[in-house]
């Protein structure tokens, strides 16, 4: 204080003595006004635990700076520095409690997502043991749909076979009505349509017309089918370019490659069946011939269609029994890209259940005429049954579907169970009608 009146009485003039007097008070003010020395945040070694230390320290503020004009400058940056200090050091100590909660929100956050995650793995570990325990009761429930429906068909198909003509002709109809609706459903897929349009539906319907057509004027001709398929082509050609007006190739090939599957292949099992050529006579082991003359007349004729036919569909029956068992139990090597689970081991197993089953049926009706014509017609059985389970395997593949329908329980569609006949007909046909006469094993 005496040094603010020192220098009034200093000044010269009045002037200079009330210009004077602001900086004294500011000087005061700023002398008297406590100053924060130390601080620290919360952790700190500091002994104040967070909290703002103030000591009042005249040195801490810089001198008023008197200007030329005698005004006074205050040191505005020392002030604004002092308050910045305390505002940043509550901001600090804002931020570290929300610092704090945060990182108790994150760890509460991380607790409830692991449990969580160990609820999701609990969840997950019972649905696999749920599937793991259902899929062997429906592998089960499969297997037994299989056996039965496969046994009824068996015996409904033998009985068919035994009786022949107008009930023989009934279920080749059904069956090529039912692989033509098959064969233009895997066509209408959208694996197959998408690349490629299908045949119209009215295209669609005349194959089907077409086929059936064929099958009947076959049984009625007694086996003139490759006149019939010739005319029929000729007709489905003709009515894709008139109702289409612009079909592609894809859509005429599909076509006709319909009405051969569907209906030309198939009239080969009634050609087949309608042999009427002889046959042997009957030779069960363990019955006399007197036995046998008195069952005869309650017995079906033998002829070589009926033999032919009975011997065909039993050596197909062994092939699949055989092969899937087989490959079931000791496949290793896969067969094809085609049909990934078909394997060599279970062809060798299907191969040979068919010959076995020739020879067996050559024991029993003396036909063809030597065990080797009876080897050869198993392994051409078996061949073209491979052959025709893998192209209808083609189809069902680029269609994108597993069955061709659902028409028999624990087997597909119709064509699941039959692909395996379709070209089987026609290479027994040959080999009977132009190998066996030409070495006279008929």
Known sequence: MSSCLGRQQAAPGMRGARALAPACRVRQLLNARPVPRTW?????????????????????VPEPEVRADGSVAVATA?????????????AAAAANGATAAAGDAAAASEQQAQ??????????????????????????????????????????????????????????????????????????????????????????????????????????????SGAAMSFAAFILLAMNILVDRKPTFAQLTASVFGLFYCGYLPSFWIKL???????PQLQLPGLSSESLAAIAPYLPTLTVGLVATLTSVACIIAADTGAYFVGKNLGRTKLTEISPKKTVEGAIGGLASAVLVAALFWQIFGWPGSMAAAAGYGVLTFVSSLFGDLIESIMKRDAGLKDSGNLIPGHGGLLDRM????????????????????????
């Open 40 to 60: 620290a945040l919360a952790g700190s070694s500091s002994p104040c635990n967070g909290a703002i230390s103030w000591e009042t320290e005249a040195s801490a």
């Open 78 to 90: 020392a002030t604004e520095g002092v308050a910045a200090v305390g505002l940043d050091g509550n």
């Open 115 to 224: 449990e969580l995650r160990q609820q999701a793995d609990g969840l997950q570990q019972q649905a696999q043991e749920l599937q793991q325990q259902a899929q062997p009761a429906k592998k089960g429930s499969n297997f037994i749909n299989r056996v039965v429906f496969g046994i009824i068909l068996g015996f409904g198909g033998a009985a068919v076979v035994f009786a022949g003509q107008i009930p023989y002709l009934c279920a080749a109809l059904f069956v090529v009505y039912q692989a033509t609706q098959e064969f233009f459903g895997m066509l209408t897929s959208k694996g197959i349509s998408k690349g490629t349009p299908p045949p119209t539906p009215f295209v669609s319907a005349a194959t089907t017309a077409l086929c059936l057509s064929i099958t009947a004027f076959t049984f009625v001709s007694q086996g003139r």
């Open 273 to 279: 069946r309608n042999l009427n050529i002889a046959g």
């Open 419 to 442: 692909d395996s006949y379709m070209f089987s007909g026609a290479v027994a046909y040959f080999y009977i009608t132009l190998v066996l006469p030409r070495f006279g094993l008929l």
